[in-house]
């Protein structure tokens, strides 16, 4: 087996699995944002949107599995995450952004905005219709138009990119937000999601690995490091330039975020740019509800009694509801959610990548990472906390509950599945 060529082919297919439509809309409205300090921001976007999915499937290269993830909080605990992480990248926010984002950049620019809500409407059920046919049909032409998509849509990120910095699109200005950029940075990748899908794709890539001989646990994450470095160089060059387009039009601060990644294509490529940027996102988007969905009908057709038929076609109502009330409303709901997940999610991924045996410590930390989480979604005042002002506050109460969980022995259960 040739090693290098393995590790470029999973760095392809790494970068692959977490570059999606919703990857390009956020990093140009952070630029948009944070305008002359793009560069701080980048980087703790860069972490959130890149680093943290990494450590995700790093996590799995200790022998875990979905069923064991979280299941040293305890088995229920374990259950409860996983499906709350489903429905978060599922019907309650992800696919919704699909289809009001196919709407917003791939039909609203072509169509008279005299009655744009009867518009969404329409193009909701046309996509969701359209999600659920391919869904129950099990067509590969998702996989097909992913194959091409993918290199046209960096073809023309490329091409935005190159004529951005031949021809700045303008100069960015001081930003509104002056303080803790580093940490609105992060904060903002959470909105990729791909932290929280890491979870769900780590086994699948272990697996992978395991087909093709690569069953050692060092010798997996060698492969995961090396793949992972490639990938995160493909995604950093993409956020980093998106954000950097983004602050020279930081002027504009009344865009929507469709709005602001379709501007800077028509400012870079001219308006033939911008119809095929809008064109591309928008089916990289029904790919991307395919993929969901059929996960979701999966996962829930296991755990309920419903069939994976009804599921599809409840998630698809659902998410065609939702995604009527727009991009920014999406966006806005998903945050307080997002807020209490994504810490969680790091110090579970942070414990199994060190491989934490005492359970204890997996008590202490996810329970009181997640109480101050959801304080802090509930815009308690928490500055008494070390960190707070900076958007961390579960960071220090999460060290000293590993600390304290660690020095208390586990007692054990007759019934493991307590």
Avoid: H
Avoid at 275 to 288: H, K
């Amino acid at each position: 087996m040739n090693r290098k060529k393995e590790m470029l082919v999973l760095g392809f297919a790494l970068f692959a699995m977490f570059f999606g439509a919703g990857n390009l809309l956020f990093p140009p409205s952070l630029g948009v944002t944070v305008g002359t300090n793009w560069f701080t921001a980048g980087i703790g976007f860069f972490l959130t949107g890149v680093g943290l999915p990494l450590l995700g499937i790093l996590a799995f290269t200790k022998g875990g599995s979905l069923d064991e993830f979280a299941s040293k909080v305890s088995f229920k605990f374990n259950k409860i995450y996983l499906t709350t992480l489903i429905l978060v990248i599922g019907p309650l926010f992800a696919i919704p952004r699909t289809g009001s984002t196919t709407f917003e950049m791939g039909v609203l620019p072509f169509i008279s905005q005299s009655n744009p809500f009867i518009s969404g409407i329409i193009s909701s059920i046309i996509f969701f219709g359209l999600t659920l046919l391919l869904v129950l049909k099990e067509s590969k032409v998702t996989d097909i138009l992913g194959k091409f998509l993918t290199p046209i849509i960096l073809f023309i990120l490329f091409l935005i990119t190159l004529f951005g910095i031949i021809n700045p699109i303008g100069i960015p200005e001081n930003p509104s937000i002056t303080e803790n950029i580093f940490s609105y940075g992060f904060i903002n990748g959470y909105q990729t999601m791909d932290a929280l899908a890491s979870v769900l794709f780590g086994v699948v890539i272990i697996k992978g690995l395991e087909g093709k001989g690569i069953k050692n646990s060092k010798d997996q994450k060698l492969f995961l490091v090396g793949a992972g470095i490639i990938a995160a160089i493909g995604l950093g060059l993409i956020y980093f330039s998106l954000i950097f387009l983004g602050s020279q039009i930081s002027s504009l601060k009344d865009l929507s975020t469709a709005q602001t990644a379709l501007t800077i294509a028509e400012l870079t490529l001219g308006k033939s740019g911008k119809i095929a940027f809008g064109i591309c996102v928008a089916a990289a988007c029904l790919t991307t509800s395919v993929g969901l969905t059929a996960l979701v009908s999966d996962w829930f057709s296991k755990i309920t009694s419903l069939s994976y038929k009804n599921i599809a076609i409840l998630t698809c109502t659902f998410s065609g509801v939702l995604a009527v009330f727009g991009l920014d409303a999406i966006i806005s709901l998903a945050v307080p959610v997002l807020v209490i997940l994504y810490p969680v999610t790091i110090v579970l991924i942070l414990l199994n990548i060190f491989n934490i045996e005492n359970t204890n410590a997996y008590k202490a930390v996810v329970g009181i990472t997640l109480i101050i989480s959801i304080a802090e979604a509930l815009k308690i005042n928490l500055s008494f906390i070390p960190l707070a002002a900076s958007g961390f506050p579960w960071i220090l109460p999460a060290i000293i509950g590993f600390f304290i969980g660690n020095t208390i022995k586990p007692i054990k259960k007759n019934n493991p599945a307590l």
